[in-house]
């Protein structure tokens, strides 16, 4: 099923904005709430906070981040998790979100209506309120969802990408690879592991894996330091081996290079006890995986059998 | 100059991601702040306030928004400008924005770069810090930039779209109309203007004019109400007559349909002083025009030699 229709009653143009704008905070349900704290307004109110803030702007658009395979309700969850997923990133809490649409004429309402449904049930599950929004007309054949979120830190501190020393531990939750076959709209954004991650003092560092692995690690890494990856160590999804068998790629490829993964690249102090880091992990979340898949060693002191990252790339957004 | 170029080492995809957003650090300048209150992690972090924030999110899409007669700063200036708008209405001052890029593979750079350097000299002069931000690859032919503002209220209050009584009046600041001709995009949004109003007891609601008057009119207007406007006091742009010279309309049908006015629309309270107010104005903005073009009526207790607002449209954003 894909965005748009041959059958102009069935449009938005044939809609119009004023009933299309009804009938989206109709969709939205109690997520959307009262103006002027919800749509409605020049802009949407958001009480003061004694928190640090966060921001994060993520789109979707078709045929970049979904195609007619997926469903709409799939699309709609996808845009806030993308988002989620980066406040994860930063150990934070999600508030509310903004969303401007630019739509093509020949939009069907019907499938926008799904959309909207699945944006607003995973907003539900994740408390998020969606405040407000704009809608453009965009050339025929063109669909993008422009989500802006906003959250607040759980505790005393945000982690940011910081800083990693040299024999600094890598971890990486859950497994990487071959989202594409599914994983890259079906996975959950890592919010209650980022939280508790960011009150452990352990860790220094974190960001989620949305490009890839091998380029991500890059925006953690120092000068003159690299990343000793232990090859074995990389947790591979079993949808990188599926992809492996088509593509005659070694799995690992596919994991360090697929991207979509919103899995957590964690970093933990080099002088941290990493046998506690790892209990504690354990007894709080037993069904996520964690593995600490290498660590930072200086450039001219590798250790022998490291992983060469070089040989591996993340995704392109310019191509 | 379009977005566009013919010559691949000229276009973003030549260029590649990591050098762009590089680069676009360095032409955002100082109003790009470090990480991680800036680019840079995967969310931009905002210290805690004590005031209520304000969230609007609108964009600029090539052949929507702007032409190949705009030039490259103007739209960047443009992008901001819409949002800062928004703000002003509500009575506020901005503080922060993130820009998702949606930009086809053939975007030439230096188009780019004029475009994020006109973003930057109006984000300096009205102290907007650029935050954050994302690129993603369009279809050919295919520009739009999604700007969303946060901002917080100047005063104890924030002003809405509220709830209009009979008997209050309707002022709107500047000129309307013939916007196209210019003032779509060099408008000075009314910035200062909104938070003086927002401390105005006599003020009991605020828009910003951006799709005509006609449209946004029935914005502030409750059921059972009408605007009684006086079509002699309604101020016309030179442009708007330019513009009825070449389509054969009444400079007025220009004045309360064309919208990208970017005025503010203020109503105040029926029992306020209205000379108090005007004179309080008049000193305070002197060089701004201010007009009372009419009052809200019952439905059912329109006085005679009203303006029919029902002949005029505003424009629509879904055609």
């Known amino acids: 099923m894909n965005p748009f229709t041959a059958i102009r009653a069935e449009s938005v143009t044939a809609h119009g904005e004023l009933r299309l704008i009804a009938e989206i905070r109709r969709w939205l349900g109690k997520t959307s709430p009262k103006s002027p704290f919800g ?27 979904f195609d007619d395979t997926v469903p709409p309700r799939a699309v709609g969850a996808k845009l806030l998790k993308r988002n989620l997923s980066d406040v994860a990133a930063m150990g934070g809490r999600p508030v509310a979100a903004v969303v401007a649409l630019a739509l093509a004429p020949d939009t069907r309402v019907g499938w926008l209506r799904e959309f909207h449904r699945g944006l607003a ?13 704009d809608i453009t007309q965009a050339p025929a ?6 989500l802006t979120l906003h959250g607040v830190s759980t505790g005393p501190r945000v982690v940011t990408r910081g800083r ?3 024999g600094d531990r890598i971890y990486v939750t859950g497994a990487l690879g071959g989202s594409l076959l599914g994983h890259h709209y079906k996975f959950t954004p890592r919010l ?17 894996v949305s490009d890839g692995l091998a380029k991500d690690l890059n925006a953690l890494t120092p000068d003159g330091l690299a990343p000793a990856l232990i090859g074995s160590a990389i947790p591979i999804r079993e949808a990188a ?41 354990k007894k709080r979340f037993p069904r996520v995986k964690l593995s600490l898949i290498g660590t930072f060693a200086r450039k001219d002191n590798m250790p022998t059998g490291a992983l060469r990252l070089v040989d591996y790339r993340g995704y392109e957004h310019l191509r």
């Open 241 to 281: 081996r599926r992809c492996a068998r088509v593509t005659k790629q070694a799995p690992l490829f596919h994991a360090l290079g697929d991207g979509e993964d919103y899995e957590l690249l964690i970093i933990v102090y080099y002088r941290a006890d990493k046998d506690r880091f790892e209990r504690n992990w």
């Open 121 to 133: 049930a995973c907003a539900l599950r994740h408390r998020v309120k969606i405040v407000g929004g």
């Open 141 to 146: 054949g063109f669909f993008g969802a422009f």
């Open 192 to 208: 209650a592991e980022g939280a508790w991650l960011a009150r452990q003092k352990e860790v220094c560092a974190m960001m989620d």
């Open 39 to 65: 749509i409605g307004d020049d802009c949407a109110v958001i009480p003061p906070t004694k928190r640090y803030q966060l921001v994060t702007t993520d789109p979707v658009l078709y045929g970049q981040h």
């Open 164 to 166: 990693a020393l040299p």
